[in-house]
C-alpha cells in the first residue's frame, strides 16, 4: 500500500519530489497525486494517528478500494506462464482479456489497474541520451528475434519463417515481410519491398551488423565492411549504409524497440494460428500491421500512419526508374584444365 502518511510527513518537511521518490520508492506522479488530493480535502501534516495508510486512501481515493471488487479479476497462472514465451507481454494479454470479457459479459479492468494486479514494479529501463531525427532522415532494418512456423498440410512438417522489420526512425511507422530465410537474396529483396511499401528512400540505412549485411571477416567493431551486393543496393537507391556495431543496439534503438512490438502484436498474436505458406502467413502479417500502424499513440496525438503521411514521406526521396535487381558475386577458381 501507498505510504500515505510518509509523503505528507516528508511534503512538510520541505523535501522535493525526487528526494521524496529514493526515500519511499514511489513514483513522482503518485507523490504529486497524494500532495494535490490532500490540499483539496484540507489534510496537512501532522495529522491525528487514526488516518492510517487504508483511511487516508479510503478518504483521498475511494475509487481505488470499491471499483475493483466488482471486475474481474485476471487468470494469474495462466498470464505468469504466458509472460514466460517470447514476444508475450502485459499489453497482448491485456487485449486478449478483453476479448473474453466481452463474451462472457463481464466488466474488465483497465490497462492500468491489470498491470498493477499483475505486477506491482515494473523493470526501470536503463537511462539513455534521447537522438533527435529529421523526418524522412533514416530508416532502421533488422530481423525479428522468433520466427514464425508455417506447416505443410500433407505432411505436417513446420518451417520458420523469418521475419524482417524495416522502421522509420521519426514516425515509427513499419515494414513487416517474413521470409522462408535469413540469407542474402531475401535481405535484398525485403529492403526492395520496403523501399516501395514506403514509397521513398532516405539518405541514411542503418542495418544490424547481420553475415547478409556485412563481411564478418573484413570487418571489426568499429569499421564493418559492407557485402558487395548490398553496398550495390545502396549506390541503386543513392542511400549511405551505416551498419550498428557488433552487440550494439542503441544504434539503432528504434528497431530494436520496434522489433520487440512487431514481435508482439504480429508474431507473439499469431503463435496460436495454423499457416500453410508463406503467403498466407504475410496477408495476415500485412492486416496486423495495417492495424499497428493505424493505432493511436498512447502519449501523443495520432498514430504512425499520420506522422509518416503528414511529416515524414515529404521528405523521401523519389524511387529509382527501376527496381534494383540483385547480381550473384562468387569466387570462383581455375582449374588445371583452364576451365572454370
Excluded at 488530493?37 to 501534516?45: G, Q
Excluded at 552487440?247 to 524497440?257: F, I, L, V, Y
Aim: neutral net charge; aromatic residues 10%; hydrophobic residues 35%.
Amino acid at each position: 500500500m501507498t505510504k500515505y502518511r510518509e509523503i505528507l510527513r516528508l511534503s512538510a518537511l520541505g523535501l522535493t519530489l525526487r528526494e521524496i521518490a529514493a526515500s519511499l520508492h514511489v513514483s513522482q506522479h503518485t507523490i504529486i497525486d497524494v500532495r494535490r488530493r490532500a490540499k483539496e480535502l484540507s489534510l496537512s501534516w501532522p495529522l491525528d494517528d487514526s488516518y492510517t495508510d487504508a483511511e487516508l486512501q479510503r478518504v483521498m481515493f475511494p475509487k481505488v478500494t470499491s471499483s475493483v471488487s466488482t471486475k474481474r479479476m485476471p487468470d494469474y497462472d495462466y498470464i505468469r506462464k504466458e509472460l514466460l514465451r517470447n514476444g508475450v507481454n502485459k499489453k497482448l494479454l491485456w487485449t486478449e482479456y478483453l476479448v473474453d470479457c466481452k463474451a462472457a459479459g463481464d466488466d474488465p479492468l483497465m490497462y492500468s489497474q491489470f498491470c498493477y494486479h499483475i505486477q506491482q514494479n515494473e523493470q526501470k529501463r536503463n537511462a539513455t541520451m534521447h537522438l533527435p531525427r529529421k523526418p524522412g532522415e533514416q530508416i532502421e532494418v533488422d530481423w525479428a528475434g522468433d520466427p514464425a512456423e508455417i506447416i505443410d498440410p500433407y505432411t505436417g512438417e513446420t518451417t520458420k519463417a523469418w521475419i524482417f522489420v524495416g522502421v522509420m526512425t521519426y514516425s515509427q511507422y513499419a515494414f513487416v515481410e517474413a521470409f522462408i530465410n535469413e540469407k542474402e537474396r531475401a535481405w535484398i529483396t525485403a529492403h526492395v519491398h520496403m523501399y516501395e511499401f514506403f514509397g521513398g528512400v532516405t539518405p541514411i540505412l542503418v542495418p544490424d551488423n547481420a553475415p547478409t549485411a556485412t563481411n564478418r571477416k573484413q570487418s571489426d567493431k568499429y569499421e564493418p565492411v559492407l557485402i558487395q551486393s548490398y553496398q550495390e543496393l545502396a549506390q541503386h537507391y543513392n542511400t549511405a549504409i551505416i551498419p550498428a556495431r557488433v552487440r550494439t543496439p542503441k544504434d539503432k534503438p528504434n528497431a530494436e524497440g520496434n522489433v520487440g512490438h512487431v514481435s508482439t502484436w504480429i508474431t507473439a498474436a499469431l503463435r496460436n494460428e495454423q499457416f500453410f505458406s508463406l503467403a498466407e502467413l504475410n496477408q495476415e502479417i500485412r492486416r496486423k500491421l495495417k492495424k499497428y500502424n493505424e493505432a493511436n499513440f498512447e502519449k501523443k496525438e495520432g498514430s504512425r500512419l499520420s506522422l509518416f503521411l503528414e511529416e515524414e514521406k515529404p521528405f523521401l526521396a523519389a524511387l529509382p526508374a527501376t527496381r534494383f535487381e540483385l547480381a550473384e558475386h562468387r569466387t570462383a577458381t581455375v582449374q588445371f584444365n583452364y576451365h572454370i
